[in-house]
């Protein structure tokens, strides 16, 4: 059984850092495409960044240069490190996963900025 578990969640102050994780069990996240989307209240679901196995990481241009996304293979753990964040951050966030398209989403982890 695939399940994928988010944390790290919560709330910040805009400029403030968050590290969420994702810990993958029932699949190797090595060979697997993954990424982290979000979704805000009102809005549509959407891409943040995405790995793809072997290659290298990109990002919607709303969170280049703030967010970074890597992966621990020995933990089977994938991450997105926010930083400079916005109040436009503010959404829940998912961990997903897939050999082509996404197959597999995590609960998600609510990630709030507000001051």
């Known amino acids: 059984q695939v399940q994928l578990v988010e944390s790290g969640g919560g709330l910040v102050q805009p400029g403030g850092s968050l590290r969420l994780s994702c810990v993958a069990s029932?699949?190797?996240?090595?060979?697997?495409?993954m990424g982290w989307y979000r979704q805000a209240p009102g809005k549509q679901r959407e891409l943040v960044a995405r790995?793809?196995?072997?290659?290298?990481?990109n990002y919607a241009d709303s969170v280049k240069g703030r967010f970074a996304i890597f992966r621990d293979y020995s933990k089977n753990t994938m991450y997105l490190q926010m930083n400079s964040l916005k109040p436009e951050d503010t959404a829940v966030y998912y961990c997903?996963?897939?050999?082509?398209?996404?197959?597999?989403w995590g609960q998600g982890t609510q990630v709030t900025v507000s001051s």
């Open positions: 790995i793809p196995a072997g290659g290298r990481p």
């Open positions: 029932g699949i190797a996240i090595s060979i697997y495409n």
């Open positions: 997903a996963g897939g050999l082509r398209e996404v197959a597999y």
